[in-house]
C-alpha cells in the first residue's frame, strides 16, 4: 500500500513533459522572469538576450525534428525582439548594446536557416527580416539626436 501511494506520488511530481525536461527552456522562463522583475531601462537588453536564446533554442528543436516547436520559438524571438526594441526607443537607454544583440540574434537566425530543408526556411526568412527592420529603426533613433 506504501509503495501503490509513493508510486502515485512520483507519477505527479514527476511528468513527462519535454518543456521541463529541457534545460534551455527552463533558462528562457528564469530570463523571462528576470527581465519582468527588471526597471523598465534594463528590459530592453534582457529581452534582446531572451530573443536570441530563443533562436538558440529553435535550433536545438530543428536538429531533433521538433519543426512545429522550433517554427514557434521562432515567432517568440520575434515577439522578444519587437518588445526590446520598443523598450530601447521608449526609455532611450541601453539602445546600442540592444542593437548588438538584435544584430547577433538576426545572424545567428541566417546561419540556422541555412542549414535547414527549403520548405522549413520561409519564416525564418521572415523573422529575420523583421529582425533587420527592428536593428534599422534603432540605427535610426541613436543617429537621430
Known amino acids: ?8 506520488c512520483c507519477a505527479q511530481t514527476a511528468p513527462n ?6 534545460p534551455a ?13 527588471k526597471g523598465s531601462a534594463d528590459r530592453a537588453r534582457a529581452y534582446a538576450e531572451i530573443a536570441r536564446e530563443l533562436v538558440e533554442l529553435a535550433n536545438q528543436q530543428f536538429s531533433i525534428g521538433e519543426v512545429e516547436n522550433a517554427q514557434n520559438s521562432i515567432k517568440e524571438a520575434v515577439t ?10 521608449e526609455k532611450g537607454k541601453k539602445i546600442k548594446d540592444t542593437e ?3 544584430r547577433e540574434t538576426a545572424r545567428r537566425l541566417e546561419e540556422v536557416r541555412r542549414t535547414l530543408a527549403i520548405d522549413d526556411q520561409p519564416p525564418l526568412v521572415t523573422a529575420a527580416a523583421r529582425i533587420e ?4 529603426q534603432l540605427l535610426e533613433s541613436m543617429f537621430k539626436k
Open 1 to 8: 500500500m506504501l509503495v501503490l501511494a509513493l508510486g502515485t
Open 17 to 22: 513533459d519535454t518543456k521541463t525536461a529541457n
Open 25 to 37: 527552456v527552463s533558462k528562457i522562463e528564469d530570463m523571462k522572469a528576470h527581465a519582468e522583475r
Open 80 to 89: 522578444y525582439s519587437e518588445k526590446s526594441a520598443a523598450a530601447a526607443q
Open 100 to 102: 548588438i544583440t538584435l
Open 133 to 136: 527592420e527592428l536593428r534599422r
